[in-house]
């Protein structure tokens, strides 16, 4: 896949977040599935995915919040793995493609401030010419694709030109895991830890312990 | 009262694009405009851009409850300015609801789901995530709509029957039992022992409220430093 390619499908995925239907498609787990999958490599996609979801799972948009940008995150770490599969490496460094991420995840929350001010333009607008409301509100979508299609293309052409050192896989993954996995657990543990359901995190502890020694 | 078939699909369409303009200052105004006048007579759409061009906003799955109490109350005739008043009550109310049973509960809960069966077993996890998840949410949306509209703004009291509090109950558990289950994405001959201290500093930055964008931080700087060693 290009880069304009994939910036596209990016962007069209990013108008999930919130701008049209909000069905899940934009959650880094499942579009990294679809780009691994357009990519060629469906489980590399769920892998990324999944890293990038663990990390943003108590990522709430409560109210006027802006929490770091999750989804574009996702699809900014799994679209430049692919990128730089095709182009530079056998296998990508892991810890760049992260890097990647988290980048996107801070620049993504600026251009989100920067698109609902933009709306707000639309909203006055409106409140000028009551006969324009379709055409104003339908203007967001264009507004959220944008800012999908320029937070991408930006990051993907950067990921394009570096080149980026080869670090040994299996030390990349490991730590990588144990980082990702630990934030889940700190994140899966601020969600849902209440005393009526501190029994079934119990029960589920005992099985992963079931798993190791098995 | 009923909406009637075709009304309730053009407003469950309506509904999946209710934040496309969501900005700071009116939030969901023109989303709701949009979908009131989707399901309103025409001839009463002047007198709802007149009174209820409101600050608004509510949880994109739960709008469905207020949008079909609207439409009831206009329909029957209600005062403009009391019907201003029950929205500004219902949005909170739907909001804050949405946001505990939606954003904190069912979607981590089925995204651990998918992490774990996707991790494991490839493409199964994100499409039992998709399905379940979208069952529940567009069931809402759908529901919403019809159940407003026939309660009127006594829909309010919705959130307090057993359907809605045993659903978080339910998803709390699963979300509970699935935390547990995580670290049984590692492999095993992984240095296991480092998740119960990074965990821990985890979970001091969560209840400390440290800024999301801080905790992406830190992890930023672990990672340099794994790079530089790992170079």
């Given at each position: 896949m290009t880069i304009l390619g994939l910036s596209l499908l990016g962007a069209i995925i990013l108008l999930d977040k919130y701008a049209i239907g909000e069905f899940g498609i934009s959650q880094p787990i499942i579009a990294g599935t679809i780009i691994g999958g357009l990519s060629g490599d469906i489980r590399t996609g769920i892998f990324i995915g999944a890293l990038f979801q663990m990390i943003f799972l108590a990522n709430l948009p409560i109210g006027r919040d802006v929490p770091p940008d999750a989804q574009g995150a996702g699809i900014a770490g799994c679209g430049s793995y692919f990128i730089l599969k095709q182009i530079n490496q056998a296998e990508p460094n892991l810890i760049i493609i992260f890097l990647v991420g988290i980048l996107a995840s801070i620049l993504g929350s600026f251009f989100d401030i920067f698109v609902r001010h933009i709306n707000e333009q639309l909203y006055y607008r409106f409140l000028r010419n009551n006969s324009r409301l379709y055409l104003y509100h339908f203007l967001g979508i264009l507004t959220s694709f944008l800012r999908g299609m320029v937070l991408l293309l930006a990051l993907f052409?950067?990921?394009?030109?570096?080149?980026?050192?080869?670090?040994?896989?299996?030390?990349?993954?490991?730590?990588?895991?144990?980082?990702?996995?630990?934030?889940?657990i700190a994140n899966g543990i601020y969600l849902y830890l209440r005393k009526q359901s501190f029994y079934f995190l119990i029960i589920g502890a005992l099985c992963t312990l079931a798993f190791f020694v098995l | 009262m009923h909406l009637g078939f075709f009304r309730l699909i053009k407003l469950f369409f309506a509904s999946l694009f209710l934040q496309c303009s969501w900005s700071f200052y009116s939030m969901q105004s023109l989303g709701f405009l949009f979908n009131a006048m989707t399901g309103l007579d025409k001839n009463k759409h002047d007198t709802l851009l007149q009174y209820s061009r409101v600050f608004f906003n509510?949880?994109?799955?739960?709008?469905?409850?207020?949008?079909?109490?609207?439409?009831?109350?206009?329909?029957?005739?209600?005062?403009?300015?009391?019907?201003?008043?029950?929205?500004?009550?219902?949005?909170?109310?739907?909001?804050?609801?949405?946001?505990?049973?939606?954003?904190?509960?069912?979607?981590?809960?089925?995204?651990?789901?998918?992490?774990?069966?996707?991790?494991?077993?490839?493409?199964?996890?994100?499409?039992?995530?998709?399905?379940?998840?979208?069952?529940?949410?567009?069931?809402?949306?759908?529901?919403?709509?019809?159940?407003?509209?026939?309660?009127?703004?006594?829909?309010?009291?919705?959130?307090?029957?057993?359907?809605?509090?045993?659903?978080?109950?339910?998803?709390?558990e699963l979300g509970a039992f699935l935390v547990g289950l995580v670290p049984s994405v590692l492999q095993k001959n992984y240095n296991l022992l480092f998740l119960i201290p990074l965990g821990g500093i985890f979970l001091l930055f969560l209840w400390k409220k440290i800024a999301p964008m801080l905790i992406l931080t830190f992890i930023f700087i672990l990672i340099i430093i794994n790079l530089l060693l790992g170079i």
């Open positions: 052409a950067i990921v394009n030109i570096l080149r980026f050192p080869i670090i040994t896989e299996s030390v990349n993954k490991e730590f990588l895991m144990i980082i990702v996995v630990s934030l889940s | 509510t949880h994109p799955y739960m709008v469905g409850y207020i949008i079909g109490a609207v439409l009831r109350a206009y329909e029957k005739g209600e005062d403009p300015k009391e019907v201003k008043k029950y929205i500004m009550v219902g949005q909170a109310a739907f909001a804050s609801a949405g946001d505990t049973l939606f954003w904190q509960t069912i979607r981590p809960a089925l995204l651990l789901l998918a992490i774990i069966i996707g991790l494991k077993y490839g493409i199964a996890g994100p499409l039992i995530f998709l399905f379940l998840y979208n069952v529940i949410h567009l069931y809402h949306r759908a529901y919403g709509f019809s159940a407003g509209y026939k309660q009127g703004w006594d829909i309010i009291y919705i959130l307090k029957t057993k359907k809605f509090t045993m659903t978080q109950k339910l998803f709390e």
